[in-house]
């Protein structure tokens, strides 16, 4: 998907100020996230998720995507029961997904310069 933004005209450095709002704004949801876990205000839960599923897709981390999509319909039994562990894996898909990131503006940086 970002190889795609800078094929259409995007420069580098508008790629890598989307990835530090797409890095920032998932971190502030991933925070509200954990709230609205802890007070089983799972209506909420499914409306952040869906959130965080839509700018993960727009930037093309696709396992973030996906995870979205299955935390998102789990049914609310389901979520008061895994509450922890989905917090933790959508944790651990963010840090995956910056790790990929930020890989890609290295070597992006590294091709260029």
Same mark, same amino acid.
């Given at each position: 998907? =970002?190889?795609?933004?800078?094929? =259409? ?21 991933l ?25 993960s ?39 995956a ?8 503006l ?8």
């Open positions: 998907t =970002l190889a795609h933004l800078e094929e =259409l005209g995007a420069s580098l450095t508008f790629v890598e100020r989307l990835i530090r709002v797409f890095l920032a704004d998932s971190a502030t949801l925070e509200r996230i954990e709230k609205v876990l802890a007070g089983r205000d799972y209506h909420e839960f499914r409306s952040l998720v869906h959130a965080m599923k839509g700018s897709a727009s930037i093309g981390t696709d396992r973030l995507t996906r995870t979205c999509t299955s935390v998102g319909a789990l049914s609310d039994a389901e979520l008061r029961l895994q509450a922890p562990s989905l917090l933790r894996t959508l944790t651990g898909e963010l840090a997904a910056r790790v990929e990131l930020e890989g890609y290295t070597e992006r940086r590294k091709s260029v310069g």
